[in-house]
């Protein structure tokens, strides 16, 4: 049996974690994708956003037209599209396999791992061994079960699948009110289907702050995107053209039919743990699969560390390779051990209109009692917003009135995922409110005063819950 310093199970980020300083270790990556390199490049953030930049593209006809330029949308030409996008990251997933293959102190196994016991793994027929065991294997789409998807599966699809479809669809019925089923709503309602988008609550991206949250429903109801809300998928049918019967229910058990070409399941995403057997290692995992790690990345098992969506509270790419460097070092620095920070994790939602947040939503903070101070600056009263003839957009903070440190920003609105990185960095280094607004120059006229006037409200807030005039 072969034995390594290293193994990593999973070619995402757990590839990103060797690099040159694991030279002198013999490292076992383990991956069962047929596709190398992981969810980001292959199937999420890096393709999703590919597709976004046509679709707001082809939306900006609408924002045009309010500005007095008569634009045209014709047509959206989706293999051109498509095969651009995978025509760039096709290569890049094959060209990083043909790298590691040729590395002289990297073994890479093709295969489903599972653990034999705390230092082994069987891998297909094979079956090695390591001093140390990093599990990156990430998570994958929810599915669903009820009657009449396996026999539609040809035209049923998740996030995996539907970026790589032959022909945009005319009629589009997306399940799921997330910012997976968010960002293609905008995708595919922007270039041209007819898209209906089913939720099973009255609440879209329910774990953004709820003013941003309902700011957003309001907007994509009154948009290109049909929202039906507190209806639960029941069952899927094939009518007589062959398109999809999508059969909803809703609280009171009535039924509804929507008619599709193509059915979207973006309901969340569940942990790659289930066939590690994680039992046979003694790993600790939740119920719903995932790891149990400490600060530091470890397992509750020496030598067994884990990273990512399959560990991780935050199933985001930024976050899987924070805690990727943070093995890193561990790994090679086992005497000075650093962990994760964890305190301020931002996300974003690249929909139309798009989103960006970090910290905490006023919700929690009024549900632990704590003391805030709290400010609403709308884009359409700094002079870019005017350029934009923006009316529904706005910056939200939250800070403490003790500290006056930031504990919550969320943002609305064009540039929303740029225009959140000043308050992340304040947050990280304990800028105070007075500093960021007032200890640096802001461009006038530029986007960033919607920041710099939400900031100079805060200070002049005078008690917890009340906006600063």
Not at 171 to 200: C, D, K, M, P, Q
Not at 288 to 311: E, H, K, M, Y
Not at 353 to 371: D, F
Request: glycine share 8%; net charge negative; aromatic share 6%.
């Amino acid at each position: 049996m072969q034995h390594f310093d290293l193994a990593v199970i999973g070619s995402g980020t757990g590839n990103s974690l060797i690099d040159e300083r694991f030279a002198d270790w013999d490292v076992a990556l383990i991956e069962r994708d047929e596709t190398f390199g992981g969810t980001c490049l292959n199937r999420g953030c890096i393709p999703t956003k590919m597709f976004v930049l046509p679709a707001d593209l082809a939306a900006s006809v609408a924002e045009a037209r309010r500005l007095g330029v008569q634009l045209e949308f014709r047509d959206a030409d989706w293999l051109a599209i498509r095969d651009r996008i995978f025509g760039r990251i096709d290569p890049i997933s094959a060209g990083g396999l043909d790298w590691r293959e040729r590395s002289q102190n990297v073994t890479v196994f093709h295969g489903e791992a599972s653990f034999v016991d705390a230092s082994t793994l069987q891998v297909g027929d094979t079956r090695i061994s390591a001093s140390n065991i990093v599990i990156a294997t990430g998570s994958r789409p929810r599915t669903l079960d009820v009657p009449g998807l396996a026999e539609a599966a040809d035209r049923v699809h998740t996030s995996d699948t539907i970026m790589r479809i032959d022909e945009l669809p005319r009629r589009l019925v997306i399940v799921g009110g997330g910012y997976i089923a968010a960002e293609f709503a905008h995708i595919f309602s922007g270039l041209g289907s007819e898209v209906t988008l089913i939720n099973r609550t009255d609440v879209l991206l329910r774990h953004h702050d709820r003013d941003i949250a309902q700011a957003y429903l309001q907007e994509l109801s009154h948009g290109p995107v049909n929202v039906r809300l507190n209806q639960e998928l029941s069952a899927v049918e094939k009518s007589d053209d062959d398109s999809l019967v999508v059969i909803t229910k809703d609280r009171n058990g009535i039924e509804y039919e929507y008619f599709a070409d193509q059915l979207l399941i973006a309901v969340g995403r569940d942990r790659n743990s289930d066939a590690l057997n994680l039992r046979a290692a003694g790993v600790d995992h939740n119920p719903d699969g995932q790891i149990r790690v400490d600060a530091q990345q470890r397992t509750n098992v020496p030598g067994i560390w884990a990273l990512g969506d399959v560990s991780s509270d935050h199933l985001l790419k930024h976050v899987a390779n924070a805690e990727g460097r943070t093995v890193q070092h561990n790994l090679l620095h086992p005497d000075d051990l650093r962990g994760t920070d964890h305190r301020f994790v931002p996300q974003a939602v690249f929909g139309d209109p798009q989103i960006a947040s970090v910290g905490v939503t006023e919700q929690e903070l009024r549900n632990w009692g704590a003391p805030y101070i709290v400010a609403r600056q709308r884009y359409a009263d700094v002079a870019y917003g005017w350029a934009l003839e923006d009316e529904e957009h706005f910056v939200k903070l939250l800070a403490d009135p003790r500290s006056m440190h930031l504990v919550g920003a969320h943002i609305i609105g064009p540039q929303a995922s740029t225009l959140i990185q000043p308050l992340i960095q304040a947050m990280s280094f304990g800028q105070r409110v007075d500093e960021l607004a007032r200890g640096q120059y802001w461009i006038h006229p530029a986007l960033p005063e919607v920041i710099e006037n939400a900031l100079l409200k805060l200070v002049l807030a005078r008690k917890p819950g009340e906006i600063g005039q």
